[in-house]
């Protein structure tokens, strides 16, 4: 018979822990900071491609946008995907 591990994450287990924590959370700012840039820049080109009548740079805009609005999305999922998948990983029998 296999033996079964039960090794579940703990909080205070390493010092540093509320310290990584603001890092973190400081680097998802910074994510959301990057991604309203880039849907300001992003349209700015799709303006300029569109009013030059430059399909490529208006198409490269529209994709900026939609990246950054994904980028956005995603960072701000970010605590609730990781929860999510945390519990159904554990749930895995």
């Given amino acids: ?13 390493l ?6 924590e603001k890092i973190v959370g400081a680097l998802l700012t910074f994510g959301l900071i990057a991604s309203v840039a880039g849907i ?15 399909p490529h740079v208006a198409g490269r805009g529209k994709t900026g946008v939609l990246v950054s609005v994904g980028a956005a999305m995603l960072i701000g999922a970010a605590n609730t995907l990781v929860t999510f998948f945390s519990a159904a990983g554990s749930a895995v029998q």
Wanted: hydrophobic letters at 45%; proline letters at 12%.
């Fill in 1 to 13: 018979m296999i033996p079964s591990v039960d090794v579940p994450p703990n909080q205070n287990g």
């Fill in 15 to 20: 010092p540093g822990i509320a310290a990584i």
């Fill in 40 to 54: 300001a820049i992003s349209a700015i080109a799709w303006a300029v491609g569109s009013h030059s009548s430059n």
